[in-house]
């Protein structure tokens, strides 16, 4: 689409009446019966099941904050017996502009054998895992959890600092040394699945 | 006052050299028809309704979600708004986020020099300036969050609080934070029978006290209003002085009138900001 | 995709970039940012200036009081700069007394202004002992992409530039104070002192970091010069510099000096 027809639209700027074939969706409101713009940006039209979705994409960055659902990327930065504590810097595949505090406790880290997990055999500091957002409870953090099979541990070094590769969904290799380190690794998925994973 | 051990000090007594100017023996009545003619007319050719001229930009600080600047002929402000945070010292869940507005000038902004800590009136128009903003901001999207917004005011020349309150509604729209509606706002100055759009600082300042005490009109004062466009909602109202009643409506009248002229500058403004990046991204 | 790499693995995105010889900027390294001032576009200042270099933006203002001058010193006045950080210029800032950056910088600001005697004190005194100027000259940064001292340095030396102030007839007889605001005289400044600030990450030296490149670096180097002499050098702690290296940078900084000092008499200029 060249710059020519974009349909641009400012925060309060009514779009269209609502009704049962026009549905008020992202970045729009509804009030008395119309669809109003919250941001500024392009109004983008989804068709789905006969009914059009009204959408408005801002022309910047998304101001986005995770919430109860999301796959997030995070990357551990303190781990302890009970739980390992984490900054959350993606959702999806959207980066947040400031991270977010997240934590993930020993009971989330996997699905079988909830009481046998040990954290340190799981995660270490440095590594980057794919996580879900749990339903939020406390003010300050975002509870995460790594049980399924494809959250987890995406890149880790080595002790040495080297990159490892996965060799199990329980261990990874140093890719210089081969010595292997226990994580809680996860089953990378081609992308087109994983954003159905998103949707969901 | 305690010593600042975190900036360099100067002597402890300084004076303003202008208090050295040889003295200004004019009562406060002659300075204002100075300022403003009989039929209206100021002294810099404005009509009394007549604003500034007004220069928006939007994207001027590279480290902020989203920033505006903007210039009433002198006065000049700049705000910035930042990625939503944490709420400090808050241990209970909100369903609705927060925002924190603050409002500095800038220590060389003002005839007197301005210390850096904020003073009272800075701590009441960031107050001001929160009040206003926090109609237009769909709060609920960012539920337990702060949304930071910042503006320093770098030369005041009147109106600086509506400057910053609607300058703030164009960062908070180039930052891409929901807003119900866009904001703007206007100041207003009121002497006898003389409304004053978008006074400048020496207008104001004659606007303080009453001057036409004799002619039974105690009219004077600042009266600043903020509007949300689309649902013409009054979003903020703050007034000093004496206003008799029957001149509050048609004072009203005025303020939203003028600030419906300037929506369609920040309409402008966005708008350029939006096309603008969409170029961007097609390059 | 790079995105998401830079943010997860800022170290090794920019060491992938170094190693192709050139910065995320497309700058090479040893290239620097352009510089732009504006000068006295406040007018409720004595002084004023904005110096952009890059995308960090310090707008200077220079406010002029009288004051009595100090025992020690009866017959100088006083030139107090302050390096104002507030959290408006970024988001690694928040409200609040002056952070440790801010401080260090108003530090450095200072012993350069006084390294370089750009600036002789005893002609801000009015009368010995009695009456003297106070010329508050605060820094305000309006934007934070790196290199700060030396644009703070630009915006400075401008402003100071610009002062015009008033003549003062001072009656010591009676401590009758008249000011002439009319007339008015510009300050008299020997020389313009700049500074230019490397960043040294792996082996490699780059000029005039941005944000992220002081944030990944390992050690910061500023250089500060007047003329051709170095009024002073900054390296607090970090990784160790090798002779050549900081050789080389004196010698890139020297080169950039008097663009510097081309530029900010240029602005002077078109301001007459």
């Known amino acids: 689409m060249s710059s020519e027809d974009l349909l641009v639209c400012l925060p309060g700027q009514r779009l269209c009446l609502s009704d049962h074939t026009h549905v008020s969706g992202q970045g729009t409101y509804e009030r008395q019966g119309y669809i109003y713009s919250t941001l500024a940006g392009t109004v983008d039209i989804v068709d789905k099941d006969n009914v059009k979705i009204i959408e408005v994409h801002t022309s910047g960055k998304q101001t986005l904050v995770p919430s109860q659902g999301d796959i997030v990327t995070a990357q551990i930065h303190t781990i302890t017996q009970q739980f390992c504590k984490c900054h959350i810097k993606c959702i999806g595949d959207k980066v947040l502009g400031r991270h977010y505090r997240g934590i993930l406790r020993r009971e989330d880290v996997r699905v079988t054998e909830k009481d046998r997990v040990e954290i340190y055999k799981s995660f270490r500091p440095g590594d980057v895992i794919l996580a879900r957002v749990l339903p939020i409870t406390e003010a300050h953090t975002y509870q995460l959890s790594t049980a399924e099979n494809e959250l987890g541990v995406v890149t880790a070094h080595s002790e040495h600092g080297h990159l490892m590769v996965p060799i199990s969904w329980t261990e990874m290799q140093c890719s210089k040394t081969f010595v292997k380190e226990a994580r809680k690794v996860a089953k990378v998925v081609p992308e087109s699945v994983q954003q159905g994973l998103n949707e969901n | ?283 | 995709m790079s995105e998401q790499y830079k943010i997860l693995h800022p170290v090794k995105y920019y060491r992938d970039y170094l190693a192709h010889n050139i910065r995320p900027d497309g700058r090479e390294f040893d290239k620097y940012r352009p510089i732009v001032v504006n000068l006295g576009s406040i007018s409720t200042a004595d002084g004023s200036a904005i110096a952009k270099v890059g995308r960090t933006t310090v707008v200077c203002g220079i406010k002029a009081e009288l004051c009595q001058s100090k025992a020690e010193a009866a017959n100088e006045g006083f030139l107090i700069p302050n390096v104002e950080l507030p959290p408006l210029c970024s988001s690694k800032f928040r409200p609040g007394p002056p952070t440790e950056q801010a401080q260090v910088a108003t530090q450095l600001v200072a012993d350069i202004l006084k390294n370089s005697e750009c600036l002789d004190l005893k002609s801000l005194c009015i009368f010995p002992d009695k009456l003297a100027w106070c010329l508050f000259a605060d820094l305000i940064c309006l934007d934070l992409d790196g290199s700060l001292i030396d644009a703070c340095m630009i915006a400075l030396m401008a402003a100071l530039k610009s002062v015009r102030l008033p003549v003062i007839d001072y009656d010591p007889a009676l401590d009758n104070k008249q000011a002439n605001l009319e007339h008015r005289k510009p300050l008299n400044i020997t020389n313009i002192p700049s500074s230019t600030t490397f960043a040294k990450f792996d082996d490699k030296i780059v000029m005039d970091p941005t944000v992220d490149e002081e944030d990944l670096s390992t050690a910061l180097i500023t250089i500060a010069l007047r003329k051709n002499e170095l009024c002073f050098v900054h390296k607090p702690g970090g990784a160790s510099v090798t002779d050549e290296q900081l050789l080389k940078c004196i010698d890139e900084s020297q080169k950039r000096a008097i663009v510097i000092e081309g530029i900010v008499e240029t602005a002077l200029r078109s301001l007459q």
């Open chain 2, 1 to 283: 006052m305690p010593i600042d051990h975190k900036r360099i000090n100067g002597p402890e007594i300084t004076i303003p050299y202008q208090l050295f100017d040889k003295l200004n023996t004019k009562s406060g009545k002659s300075q204002f028809k100075d300022f403003v003619k009989s039929n209206g007319v100021r002294i810099d050719g404005r009509s009394a309704n007549d604003h500034r001229k007004i220069f928006l930009k939007t994207g001027v600080v590279s480290q902020a979600k989203g920033s505006a600047y903007i210039e009433l002929d002198k006065t000049k402000v700049i705000v910035s708004v930042f990625n939503p945070r944490e709420i400090p010292n808050k241990s209970e869940y909100s369903s609705k986020g927060e925002i924190y507005c603050e409002f500095k000038y800038a220590p060389f902004s003002c005839h007197k020099r301005r210390l850096h800590q904020q003073d009272p009136e800075e701590l009441q128009y960031s107050a001001i300036m929160k009040q206003a903003l926090e109609s237009a901001v769909s709060r609920h999207e960012f539920p337990n969050f702060q949304v930071d917004i910042y503006a320093l005011v770098l030369h005041n020349d009147g109106a600086a609080l509506s400057a910053a309150i609607t300058v703030a509604g164009v960062a908070l729209a180039h930052a891409g934070i929901p807003m119900y509606d866009l904001i703007t706002s206007v100041t207003l100055a009121v002497q006898g029978e003389f409304v004053l759009v978008d006074p400048n600082l020496e207008e104001e300042r004659l606007c303080q006290v009453p001057l036409f005490k004799d002619e039974q009109n105690t009219n004077h004062g600042i009266v600043v209003l903020s509007m949300l466009a689309t649902h013409e909602q009054v979003s903020q109202f703050y007034q000093t002085g004496n206003l008799a009643m029957d001149n509050l409506t048609s004072a009203i009248e005025t303020l939203t009138n003028a600030a419906k002229d300037i929506v369609v500058l920040v309409k402008k403004c966005l708008v350029r900001h939006v096309i603008k990046s969409a170029r961007n991204v097609e390059d």
